[in-house]
């Protein structure tokens, strides 16, 4: 009976000294423990709803930040082609353009010299008379001399 009181004083069990029978104190002793071994484990368990759900809830940040992560690379990604993509539409631009002006220029060139064999074939086609020819062989004659 001595030993219940003392381990009741030691553990801290409150309202043992009202029982006097030693059956009594030991049915109040386990009483106490089970509802103090009950109170104990439902802090248990709450702590590890607790931990599992901080848990839970790192793994969901997780995952959002994986799919944050994969959407802004795939949007990256998209940029990046699209630029390469404008890039190279301009470079085809450039290219045709390029192309054109030297088209262009070839052909003003070709309409120069259509222009310059008519003037030449115009002129030299006239006959020069007599007269005029007498003249030239003068001039040469007189430039030589």
Excluded: H, P
């Amino acid at each position: 009976m001595n030993e219940l009181k003392t381990y009741c004083r030691e553990n801290k069990i409150k309202g043992y000294s009202k029982y006097s029978k030693k059956q009594d104190l030991l049915d109040f002793v386990n009483k106490e423990i089970s509802d103090k071994d009950a109170a104990l484990a439902k802090q248990l368990y709450e702590s590890e709803q607790d931990y599992f759900l901080k848990l839970q809830n790192e793994e969901i940040q997780k995952q959002k930040d994986e799919i944050l992560k994969e959407e802004r690379r795939l949007k990256d990604e998209a940029l990046a082609f699209e630029k390469m993509m404008k890039m190279k539409q301009n470079d085809e631009y450039e290219m045709a353009l390029k192309v054109d002006l030297k088209r262009q220029e070839e052909e003003e060139v070709k309409e120069a010299m259509v222009i310059y064999k008519e003037v030449r074939d115009k002129k030299y086609a006239e006959k020069i008379s007599n007269d005029d020819l007498e003249i030239m062989r003068l001039a040469r004659l007189s430039r030589f001399s």
